[in-house]
Nanobody, 120 residues
Framework: QVQLVESGGGLVQAGGSLRLSCAASGSILSINTMGWYRQAPGKQRELVAV???????NYADSVKGRFTIARDNAKNAVYLQMNSLKPEDTAVYYC??????????????WGQGTQVTVSS
């Protein structure tokens, strides 16, 4: 059974930094894309950043230049370095992975979420 577990969230002041981590465990044959999404109260979940198996990245316009996504294929992990945080970044951040597990087919998995709160 595949599980994704996030860590690294917390409370920081505006202008501060946080590094989120997500590790996938279980029977995994191959991971396609990995990404981070976030959801603030009363708002839809939105894509923050995504990284392909080849290392190509895409970011939401609101975080470009401030956030950096990276992955460690050997550890089945993905990271999100968040710098120059703003109150608008406050949300629950979710890890996502599109991968092939024991079912031998691609499917999406989600982490439980980690809270990021940025004070003004």
């Amino acid at each position: 059974q595949v599980q994704l577990v996030e860590s690294g969230g917390g409370l920081v002041q505006a202008g501060g930094s946080l590094r989120l981590s997500c590790a996938a465990s279980g029977s995994i044959l191959s991971i396609n894309t990995m990404g981070w999404y976030r959801q603030a109260p009363g708002k839809q979940r939105e894509l923050v950043a995504v990284i392909t198996s080849g290392g190509s990245t895409n970011y939401a316009d609101s975080v470009k230049g401030r956030f950096t996504i990276a992955r460690d294929n050997a550890k089945n992990a993905v990271y999100l370095q968040m710098n120059s945080l703003k109150p608008e970044d406050t949300a629950v951040y979710y890890c996502n992975a599109n991968l092939i597990g024991s079912s031998l087919r691609l499917r999406d998995y989600w982490g439980q979420g980690t809270q990021v709160t940025v004070s003004s």
